[in-house]
């Protein structure tokens, strides 16, 4: 019995680099499609941000639509990420995932500090009048 559960480990061994890679593309398309849902929802997000700065004032405004324009640049580079990770595997596929992740944790800095700037324009002496 003991060698029989040795030979069922060794074996499990053995054949762990073939279930891992079976696996592989599903796993990849798995994160390539929660990338994308979260850059979808960022770029709602950051819609809506947009939609609320242009009922601003003009001051309030301007740094609110700069840090917008930061927001549009790192979205369509999270994006233009997604092709090239859809068309690897191994270690550049890895490399190009850590890449993706650090996009996305961008994002959410550059988004939570643009409402940030929005939220204290927003209070401002002049728009509690």
């Known amino acids: 019995m003991k060698n029989g559960g040795l030979t069922g480990a060794v074996l499990l061994l053995l054949l762990a680099p073939f279930a891992r890679a079976a696996q592989s593309p599903e796993r990849h398309a798995s994160y390539e ?25 003009a001051s309030a405004r301007a740094s609110v639509d700069e840090a917008l324009k930061e927001l549009d640049s790192d979205l369509a580079a999270a994006r233009k990420q997604l092709g090239p990770l859809h068309s690897s595997s191994g270690s550049a596929w890895d490399k190009l995932r850590a890449g993706a992740d650090q996009a996305t944790e961008k994002l959410r800095r550059e988004y939570a500090r643009a409402k940030r700037l ?6 401002s002496p002049s728009k509690r009048k």
Do not use: N, Y
């Open 118 to 123: 929005f939220e204290t324009s927003d209070k």
């Open 33 to 57: 499609r929660r990338v994308q849902a979260r850059l979808d929802q960022w770029g709602a997000k950051i819609d809506d941000l947009r939609s609320h700065s242009q009922k601003a004032g």
